[in-house]
């Protein structure tokens, strides 16, 4: 019988979680672009990534982006001092926001892509 | 303390980074990855230095996550230091490829 | 007016085979009845062996601490009529069960005791009253209502994961004495708190301003403390 | 059945304000080994919500003389008036020592710990209402409980927590230790000791409607009963005016210190009949007798069996600040707001203002004659030094248990030198696991609670505020046939961890035992006075009554003795407020 699942513990549990992934990219972003050194084998990557595919996950990316800094930023304001009454309202403008944002990225990066 | 108020800060640093990022990449740049594109790009000395701080901030504030997320789940003292250890490791190896890229 | 409710509970019983199932029971109770007056009744007309902790009955002790509905609470202060009419119980997440409702709270007592819980004043008291006023003694009024039931840590993720980490309701007790101004340990008390398992292991999660039967804002108390250890930080910890 | 041995120089029985502050004096030269039914902080006293009285006089000019003459005569001149002049002037010294250790008071502009008005406490003797009782918020038992718990930890006082006494071993007028179950794990402890302290509260859940906890069953008044010691002043018990209609739980008297007025069904302020001066804050005896007999005579509130408790005009703040926990209880349990709806209240059993009779050091008396036992003490709501009498005034409970639980520990330790270690026989140790084991095996079709049930509903019909010598002698009756029931009890949980079931059936047994002495003690005492008021002797007299009930418990039933009141400096005068 799981525990009932409630707004904070569920904005904790993404924000972890879009942590670890972005860390993962990280490691991957680092990986790809140390190809630099050789242009051949750069482009040839770059080509390979060119597939709509990777635009699905690079769109996948900026929603995990976004969540996990409208996270973070709620987590500062609160150990600034932003009041505790309005932990929920935030983590509710943040989600509402994140998608707001990322809509409006999305439209802009496929009407690029195509 | 420091580790956790420094975890804050690379926060905040990689959060408007990252908003200069995207306008450099996907809104001047119109998502052109090739060689010339990023080599001009990276001949500049201002996003050399930017990408820089930002290659740390980002490598900083990662494994510090990281390491938060070792000391709750991981158990039993020894492997909990021996993980810890490695990704210090970890993230010196790849602040060193990084930085090979940005300096190139 | 009277409604039938199910209590369905999580047994534990060390000495039968298997030892853990859940039992359900019918209950009439009427609207001012409780949780624990469910429990009673149940314990009183349908199984004796049913074992739950009370003490108190109107929510100051502390004792009857469990998980009803999935959500820690008193069940000497969860009314019957708020809850649904399938009532789940099942003892504190994350504690050693001792048998049925009863968890082994050891854990989370050596976790307070950590934190130095007790007035620590070694100058040689004044004649009257030491002076303190209403100012200040309201700046720990919150933090004093605690009734140390247990509610809070055991629904905290971060102590289900890392049972090292000193808790909501240590931290909480540290507060109360930091910001006591009669007390001279503050030093100790931040040293505890400012450790690896101590304060920086709070993420915000507020589960346990969630469950805390006397709505006290626990997660407030804990970021006062991290701006405090940030301020005596650049201090060099004088005062 | 493996038995594990302690010794410790001090054996403390309860963990409230009482054991904890009698635990805190003896540790500094002895060691000390506290047992508790329950966590520490979850003993009763956390409940306690008014105030501790101390003639303090940070509001107002007081003096401990006053508060000496509220006492005597709050107890109906029954109380012994050197133990409460003791009481009255040791309490502001210790008070100050309270908020040394800690204890977060409400404070005063100044920065003095504030004071607020009680029932019965009054100034230059019983002019006017007077602000005597400290208070923090309506948690000043919860303040002070945590305050002297940790104050324990801090000075390395060992606890037993969850470990159920079974058996208090005296030996030729001497004490030997006690026999305990560690509830957890049912495993047999026995602690060998020099001096044992009694602190194990009040027994108000024999009566069915009470503000008490489900801990407070008193068994070791019982257990000392049974090996022939006495229970002094046993028919008196105090029926709290204000607790919550049809919950029992309290709503402290500080509300009517804060101005609450009482109303009957018609919305008068009927108090102003009943006590012309003081009004709602006359004693509480008094204002439990005028509450059930406006209901009586059908002015409850629209012909039930409550009245109101008004708060509305009181000032917001205040009730936000000082009452904070009341308020809670009324939102939680009834869904209203105390500031704006008239709390429905009745009266509910509260304190005992009897127990173990002690002496003013908390020496437990073996008779009478003032000659006590070896090693044994008691202090708090267990004892009756006799400094309530007939009637306990509000936050004087709280300032009994800290004086005397420091005086008790205090003559603990320094007796400790010529006094022997205790020894317990094996065979002490096979009774007792003879008796359990009985309980357990026993084959009747009798359940604890059918049992308990019959006896909480006849103890609060036939022995509650209004009593009668009719029914008395059927309580009595009642309560024989109940000691038959009881043998047939059985019992579901065979288990030997956690057996509540097993534990309340020990409790049930020692209570069947109290309720016979409070029952024939309220029998033969033929006046009304303080909280024991007979409808068939409605006068209080003072000839033939003014002295303290000794019950005995012999072969066939109670019998009594008497020990004189100490009078000292107030004659027994008319009793009005």
New interface residues.
Partial sequence: MRYRLNIGSLTWLVH?IT??I??LY??AH??V??H??D?VT??KL?DF?KNPIFKIFELILFAI?LKH?FG??RI?LL?IGFSTKYHKTMSYIGAFLVFIIWIVGAF??LK??F | ??G??LH?IT??FL?FG?LYHFIVM?YIG??D???DA??QRLSEPSWKIFNVFF?FS??YH??Y??N??I???VKGETVKNFSKFIMIVLSFI?AF??L??VI? | MDKYYTFKIKRYLPDENPQTRWDEFRVKLNSIERVLDGLIKIKETRDGTLTFRKSCAHGVCGSCAMKISGKNRLACQTLVKDMPEMIEIEPLPALPVIKDLVVDMSLFFRKNDEVLPYLINNETPPERERIQSPEDQHKILESLTCVMCGSCTTACP?FW??KE?LGPSALLKAYRFIFDTRDRAKEQRLATI?S??GI??CHSIFNCVEVCPKQIDITKHILLL?RL??KR?FKGGVE | MEIIKHYFDVVIIGSGLAGCRSAIECSSHGTVGVLSKLYPTRSHSTAAQGGIGAALGNEEEDSPEWHTYDTVKGSDFLGDQDAIEIMCYDAILTIIELEHMGVPFSRTPEGRIAQRRFGGHTKDFGKTPVRRACYSADRTGHAVLFALYEQCQLKGVKFFQEFQVLDIVIENNAVQGVIAVNIKDGSLHVFESKAIVVATGGYGKIFKVTSNAYATTGECLSMLLRQGLPLEDMEFFQFHPTGLYGLGILITEGARGEGGILLNGKGERFMERYAPIIKDLAPRDMVSRAILNEIREGRGIDGKDYVYLDLRHVNKKIIEERLPEITTFCKIYMGIDPSEAPIPVIPTAHYAMGGIPTDNDGRVLRDVDGSVVEGLYAAGESACVSVHGANRLGCNSLLDTVVFGKRAGKTAISQLKDVSKGKIKKERISFIVESINTIKESKGKETVASVRRDLQTSMMDKCSVFRKEKELMMLLEELQTLKERYKEIYIKDKSNIFNTELLEAIELGHMITLAEVIASSALQRTESRGAHYREDYPERDDTNWLKHTFAFQGEKGIYFKYKPVKLTRFKPEERKY
Avoid: C, Q
């Fill in positions: 972890r942590g670890i972005l860390t990280l490691i680092i990986y672009l140390s630099l050194s242009p750069y482009n770059m990534l982006v800094l973070g930023i500062t150990e802009y990066f690029e892509a | 303390m420091w956790w108020l804050r926060g905040v959060a990252l996907h119109h998502d990855y090739s060689y990023v080599m290659l980002a490598l990662g494994f996550g990281l938060g997320v000391s709750e789940y790849l490829f990084g090979k890229i190139f | 971060i994961a890392d980490y400012n690896e398992h920086w292991r991290k250890a940030v930080g």
